[in-house]
């Protein structure tokens, strides 16, 4: 079928990532490093794999799409943990994670962080998004406002098929099995940059956790119900009260900057952000531009 086609080619573009996320190429210790570092909580029909570091107030990390917890910028998360109780985890059937569901929804995914706040004994949390990780994060927001302290949106939109799509270039990039592993991997900085930097994996960390394309396609399923007619956070962005951080890369070839843009606008006690010459990948690019924009807004 066209549509199996379709998510077939997505799922090899996002281990075309991977794999150069795999290679041995020399970067930073990623902030997961072993297995025995890993805990485990138990949610309904999966078990959650978990690492906790620093102190402080509880700040919980929601990765993006195709991507486990060890995928999270080295520098930015050396920062948060001076300051933060810091919690990273991977999404149900990735990386240490089990799943037994045959389909899931950015819902589904927001009410495992529910369950693992619940088993982890907190009851409130900063809680920051990345790109799919934003839309759990939006939706873990509007489905339990009591346990959300701030919440951090990093490249993400609000959905529905009013968020402003990728150009054509970068969706073929994207979806292409021809695309090369450096093709794929530039669709996370702008252009300025990687002419200044031609070898952008060395920014990466040197991530170790086994991935799923199973799981994988799971995920793009539940990202096309979120970007589909009516879905998405869009119809209830004005049920937040807590205050939002929206923070993007105004290069963004991935999910372009002005779909922050757009939640600013949707979101009553949002601030913007917009980091100059920087793209999807902000966090690697500028790991302390980044960290210390994320930091002074939970502390001010």
Request: hydrophobic residues 40%; aromatic residues 10%.
């Amino acid at each position: 079928m066209k549509g199996n086609s379709h998510i077939g080619k997505l799922v090899i573009g996002a281990i075309a990532i991977l794999g150069v996320l795999f290679g041995s190429c020399k970067r930073k210790d990623a902030i997961i490093t072993t297995s025995s570092d890993i805990k485990f909580a138990s949610i309904t029909n999966a078990k959650m794999a978990y690492k906790i570091v620093g102190s402080g107030d509880p700040l919980i990390m929601c990765i993006g799409y195709a991507s486990n917890m060890d995928l999270w910028s080295t520098e930015v998360i050396e920062i948060l943990r001076q300051k933060y109780k810091v919690i990273v985890f991977d999404y149900r059937g990735m990386g240490y994670s089990t799943n037994s569901d045959t389909s899931f929804t950015i819902p589904t995914l927001a009410e495992d962080v529910n369950e693992l706040l619940t088993v982890l004994n907190i009851s409130k949390a900063h809680v920051l998004g990345w790109s799919m990780g934003g839309f759990v994060a939006q939706m873990f927001a509007i489905d339990h406002p009591e346990k959300v302290n701030k919440l951090i949106l990093y490249a993400t939109n609000f959905g529905d098929t009013m968020s402003v799509k990728p150009s054509q270039e970068i969706s073929d990039i994207l979806s292409s099995p021809l695309s090369t592993p450096a093709e794929q991997l530039s669709t996370l900085f702008s252009n300025e940059w990687l002419a200044a930097h031609p070898e952008p994996w060395k920014y990466l960390p040197n991530v170790k956790e086994p991935y799923n394309p199973a799981t994988i396609g799971l995920q793009y399923y539940a990202v096309q119900g979120w970007l589909s007619e009516g879905g998405g956070s869009a119809g209830h962005l004005y049920q937040l009260k807590m205050p939002v951080l929206l923070i993007c890369g105004n290069q963004d070839k991935v999910v372009p900057c002005l779909n922050s843009s757009m939640l600013s606008d949707s979101i009553p006690t949002a601030s913007l952000i917009k980091v100059n010459d920087s793209g999807h990948g902000l966090m690697f690019q500028l790991p302390q531009t980044f960290g210390n924009y994320v930091v002074t807004f939970l502390t001010q």
